[in-house]
């Protein structure tokens, strides 16, 4: 073998795992009833038998020609060592990767002596989880599949000769096609590898799609802007010329005559009388008397609107017979 061909035998064998991977992660994904139906080697099965190999489908011998059949091939059931083993709530084929990295502790061969096959049976009724896990040395597997492939025979799967129900499901195949005891299977890799192809390609015309929609769209937007244009200018003048609108009304309201004497009738406390109310339009000023401890300024500066009401004495407050003297002057400002 030259350097070019063990690049390329590389290869191969990375695009199969990877190929092998990603329809275990897909067949996953399947109902358990599926998953055993499209995991079934063919119905025809051999055994086999001193002078050759017996052909049978559902038990019942079939008298055929071997040359060119594809079977499922059948080992000894003696030969087989089977533990039963809990299997944890995990998916079937991280079970199947973990189970077969410890074989080791589960039989007493090593990992590189055997091929490993594990079956999961139907749950039992308290709900308890089971697998079944099956080594087969290599040297047997490998002279089982020589013979059959001398006699004519095409093994698509390998199975278990008398084995109960359950561990019918056994197939060491894929271990074997791992361990290059096995040609790998070309037809249905090359298989995957078109549906994995043409996914991607599928993927890429969406994506494709998707992003012309997007500009078309965008190409619509702009060239519908122009014509919205003068409409949208439209629309803010009117929402501003309301908004001044609204302003102009409150501020009259709010600087009508009698709005103020309400508001400052309302502010000024029962110890506090006005003799002096002038109001210019836009400031007012209030002077009277008040009785000791009466805040007029404070009591003002709470009133709405009233923006920067100040005491005009200068001086210390006089005092009369009616209280304390006071000059306020008011600026009016826009309600709070």
Do not use: C
Request: no cysteine.
């Amino acid at each position: 073998m030259t350097l070019a061909d063990g690049t390329v035998a590389e290869a191969w064998r990375t695009i199969v795992a990877a190929v092998d991977w990603w329809r275990a992660e897909l067949g996953a994904l399947l109902p358990a009833d599926v998953k055993r139906y499209l995991g079934r080697g063919p119905a025809l099965t051999a055994e086999a038998r001193p002078g050759g190999f017996r052909l049978a489908r559902r038990g019942a011998e079939v008298a055929a020609s071997p040359r060119g059949q594809k079977v499922t091939l059948l080992l000894p059931r003696d030969r087989l060592l089977i533990r039963e083993v809990p299997a944890a709530a995990l998916p079937e084929a991280d079970l199947r990767r973990m189970l077969t990295l410890d074989i080791d502790r589960l039989t007493p061969f090593r990992a590189d002596e055997v091929l490993v096959a594990v079956a999961f049976p139907p749950p039992v009724a308290s709900g308890k989880r089971l697998a079944y896990v099956a080594a087969v040395p290599r040297t047997m597997a490998a002279l089982a599949l020589g013979e059959a492939t001398a006699a004519g025979l095409k093994p698509l799967a390998i199975g278990v000769e008398g084995a109960a129900a359950a561990a019918m499901d056994f197939d060491f195949m894929p271990a074997a096609r791992a361990a290059g005891i096995a040609p790998p299977r070309r037809d249905a890799t090359w298989l995957w590898a078109a549906v994995g192809v043409l996914a991607l390609i599928n993927l890429g015309i969406a994506i494709e799609l998707d992003s012309a929609a997007t500009d078309r769209l965008a190409g619509q937007v702009e060239a519908q802007r122009t014509l919205l244009s003068p409409v949208i200018a439209a629309r803010e003048r009117v929402q501003a010329e309301d908004k001044a609108r609204r302003g102009l009304i409150a501020r009259r309201v709010h600087a009508e005559p009698l709005h103020i004497l309400d508001a400052v009738t309302r502010a000024l406390p029962d110890g506090a009388w006005v003799e002096r109310y002038a109001w210019d339009g836009r400031t007012l000023r209030l002077s009277g008397a008040r009785q000791d401890g009466v805040d007029v300024v404070a009591d003002l500066r709470r009133v709405p609107g009233f923006a920067h009401v100040r005491d005009l004495a200068t001086d210390a407050p006089l005092s009369s017979a009616a209280g304390q003297r006071f000059d306020v002057a008011v600026d009016l400002g826009a309600p709070r």
